[in-house]
């Protein structure tokens, strides 16, 4: 029995031995072909699913920061800056700082008769052409602008490593740059048959209250003050005077203006809302150099004659300001003493009269 077992096997079952041999080695290859391809499938599956995951993230990255360069065009980021040099880096309802800092305001002369001849397209396309234009000067000099008002810009300077002597300086550097920035403009205007531009500039430095208003779901930053109300007027004073830039006699101080800047004594008012006087200058920097040296050699004479006009010797005033038109005979600001001397000299004058003149 043994040697039967031990004979060697017919050859038929050899070959089907070898064939199915043959079949299961093939079967396993492509078992295991399989099996790397579902691997690399899955694999590709994943980095699919990875590279979509990143992908989402970045589209959202980016929309914040979209978001954030939006907000910052209604928010400026020198307020978050402000808030974060007094220790805070948020900007939540009702958060408000005492701070010391130069106002400035610009409007445009004769806006709404200019308004009255446009479209109300052209006219949107007019105030953003404009604004483009007043925005850089601001900037260019550490300041940043706060509210756009109708045609009016009213613009902070704070810089937040500098003295308050560079706040004051940054201001009147603004202004003259605004002066230069609006002379250009209308060189553009007039090659395109565009009727001038002229603007109107009160700048003054002082405290305010700078802070967030509003409600859950609509805050807004604002600056409020006195300071900011004489600012405000300031700037209502300079067609009062036929002059570009007026500014308080507290912001040149605050800025040592003397030999840095060219400026003349205006007058010494009231303005609207506030009981105190101010004395108010002029810059005249920018204006024509024959113009500039006429009202700095008649500025003596002005003064004089308002404080002649103060002890209401009105014809001691009356003879300082007629010398200062003499010297200028296209003064208007001489002009505009002598008239007001030969108002007030009739008029029925208080007993506690400070000299200064009440300007709507």
């Not at 079949?23 to 579902?38: D, E, R, W």
């Not at 060219?262 to 009981?275: I, N, T």
């Not at 006087?277 to 008649?298: C, G, M, R, S």
């Not at 002009?335 to 709507?360: F, P």
Request: proline letters at 3%; glycine letters at 4%; charged letters at 20%.
């Amino acid at each position: 029995m043994l040697e039967q077992v031990l004979q060697p096997l017919p050859l038929f079952l050899l070959a089907i031995i070898a064939l199915y041999t043959i079949v299961l080695v093939v079967l396993l290859k492509k078992t295991a072909g399989l099996t790397g391809s579902t691997s690399s499938k899955i694999k590709k599956i994943q980095q699919s699913q990875s590279e979509a995951t990143l992908q989402h993230y970045k589209n959202k990255a980016d929309e914040a920061m979209r978001l954030n360069q939006t907000f910052r065009k209604f928010v400026p980021k020198q307020f978050v800056d402000h808030f974060a040099k007094h220790g805070s880096e948020t900007l939540e309802l009702g958060r408000a700082d005492e701070d010391e800092l130069a106002i400035l305001f610009s409007d445009i002369r004769g806006f709404t008769s200019l308004s009255e001849q446009m479209s109300p397209q052209e006219l949107m396309n007019f105030l953003n052409s404009y604004f483009l234009r007043m925005n850089e000067p601001i900037h260019k000099n550490n300041g940043f602008i706060d509210k756009f008002i109708g045609d009016a810009v009213m613009a902070l300077f704070d810089r937040p490593a500098g003295s308050n002597t560079d706040k004051a300086q940054d201001a009147i550097r603004a202004a003259l740059d605004l002066r230069y920035a609006i002379n250009l403009y209308n060189e553009h205007r007039a090659n395109c048959n565009y009727p001038p531009v002229n603007i109107g500039i009160g700048i003054h430095f002082g405290p305010v209250i700078i802070g967030t208003v509003g409600s859950d779901d609509r805050m807004d930053t604002t600056v409020i003050g006195d300071s900011v109300n004489i600012a405000y007027r300031l700037e209502a004073l300079a067609p009062k005077y036929n002059t570009d830039i007026v500014i308080s006699a507290q912001t040149l101080h605050q800025a040592e203006a003397k030999g840095l800047f060219e400026y003349r004594l205006l007058d010494w008012v009231r303005v609207k809302g506030r009981k105190a006087p101010i004395e108010v200058y002029e810059i005249i920097d920018h204006q024509d150099t024959n113009v500039k040296q006429l009202k700095l050699a008649n500025a003596k004479l002005i003064e004089q004659g308002l404080d002649y006009r103060k002890q209401q010797n009105w014809q001691q005033a009356i003879i300082h300001f007629q010398q200062a038109l003499d010297m200028y005979p296209e003064d208007s600001l001489a002009i505009h003493h002598l008239e007001q001397c030969a108002k007030l000299q009739h008029s029925a004058l208080a007993d506690d009269w400070d000299g200064s003149i009440l300007l709507l």
